[in-house]
């Protein structure tokens, strides 16, 4: 059974960086590309960043030079470091990995920037 389990979410004023964690089990990690979608209050869940298991990496827009994802193999686990954070960035975050059993999403965690 998928299970993804994100952590580091939390409340971060303008301008700070936070740092996410999925920890992944329940399939092997090593061979799927992993990403983090977020949803603002309001609006649709949307891409941010996903990592192939190439080291291939796209980034949402709104996201680049600010956000860098990665992933350790040898803990099953992928990152998003966010930094110069801003209030339109407030959202839950989420760990995805599609399989061969289909989309598998994690629960979310809360980032809000607020000062």
């Known amino acids: 059974q998928v299970q993804l389990v994100e952590s580091g979410g939390g409340l971060v004023q303008p301008g700070g960086s936070l740092r996410l964690s999925c920890a992944a089990s329940?399939?092997?990690?090593?061979?799927?590309?992993m990403s983090w979608y977020r949803q603002g209050p309001g609006q649709q869940r949307e891409l941010v960043a996903i990592?192939?298991?190439?080291?291939?990496?796209n980034y949402a827009d709104p996201v680049k030079g600010r956000f860098t994802i990665s992933r350790d193999n040898a803990k099953n686990t992928v990152y998003l470091q966010m930094n110069s954070l801003k209030r339109e960035d407030t959202a839950v975050y989420y760990c995805?990995?599609?399989?061969?059993?289909?989309?598998?999403w994690g629960r979310g965690t809360q980032v809000t920037v607020s000062s």
């Open positions: 329940g399939f092997q990690f090593s061979i799927y590309p």
């Open positions: 995805h990995v599609w399989t061969t059993n289909g989309d598998n």
């Open positions: 990592i192939f298991i190439d080291g291939g990496i």
